[in-house]
T-cell receptor, first 114, second 117 residues
Framework: DGGITQSPKYLFRKEGQNVTLSCEQN?????MYWYRQDPGQGLRLIYY???????QKGDIAEGYSVSREKKESFPLTVTSAQKNPTAFYLC?????????????FGPGTRLTVL | GDSVTQMEGPVTLSEEAFLTINCTYT??????LFWYVQYPGEGLQLLLK???ADDKGSNKGFEATYRKETTSFHLEKGSVQVSDSAVYFC????????????????WGLGTSLAVNP
């Protein structure tokens, strides 16, 4: 079955630590995205990548970093510079080009900072 | 810039009631429009989409019509079930600000629906 996997489902970290969230897709999609979801605020775009070895900042990139070394993988690192990292993080992918290309989502990772 | 406005929730209905969740948008050009659904603790799933004016998207008894004259894409279902309890997001495809021609999605804030038996 093709899809997107995110791991782990729940993640706890101590304040001041960096943590990396995994996202893998086998849909052969060129584009991948990271969103943050907080209650009552919908989805906010952190970073996106349209092709391997290239990525762009989204609306709330401060305190986050990404890499895109392989087409299938787009890991997100939440650094200690992120002031309020506790949230639900969603990874998505899509084909590039075309007006109607929907995004496919993973199951999400819930990060809690202790 | 492009934007999406959804009706605020939560919406609470009894089983078999009629559902409408309003969505209006502001966009340049001719965006595609989407409805996504998120069940508790899960990621988002595409529910339906429409790519041009007057298109009707439909899936699982849900429908939405792309109305360019009113810039709307309201979600409707004739008879809701308890299993429809979820958060519903309206979105449009906007032109990306970066290089390339891929389009980012612009999201509404979501509308929570609770259906009681």
């Amino acid at each position: 079955d093709g899809g997107i996997t995110q791991s782990p489902k729940y993640l706890f970290r101590k304040e001041g630590q960096n943590v990396t969230l995994s996202c893998e897709q086998n849909l052969n999609h060129d584009a991948m995205y990271w969103y943050r979801q907080d209650p009552g605020q919908g989805l906010r775009l952190i970073y996106y990548s349209q092709i391997v070895n290239d990525f762009q900042k989204g609306d709330i990139a401060e305190g986050y970093s990404v890499s895109r070394e392989k087409k299938e993988s787009f890991p997100l690192t939440v650094t200690s510079a992120q002031k309020n990292p506790t949230a639900f993080y969603l990874c998505a992918s899509s084909m590039t080009g075309g007006r109607g290309n929907e995004q496919f989502f993973g199951p999400g990772t819930r990060l809690t900072v202790l | 810039g492009d934007s999406v406005t959804q009706m605020e929730g939560p919406v609470t209905l009894s089983e078999e009631a009629f559902l409408t969740i309003n969505c209006t948008y502001t966009a340049t050009g001719y965006p595609s429009l989407f409805w996504y659904v998120q069940y508790p603790g899960e990621g988002l799933q595409l529910l339906l989409k429409a790519t041009k004016a007057d298109d009707k998207g439909s899936n699982k008894g849900f429908e939405a019509t792309y109305r360019k004259e009113t810039t709307s894409f309201h979600l409707e279902k004739g008879s809701v079930q308890v299993s429809d309890s979820a958060v519903y997001f309206c979105a449009l495809s906007g032109l990306s600000r970066g290089a390339g021609n891929n389009r980012k999605l612009i999201w509404g804030l979501g509308t929570s629906l609770a259906v009681n038996p």
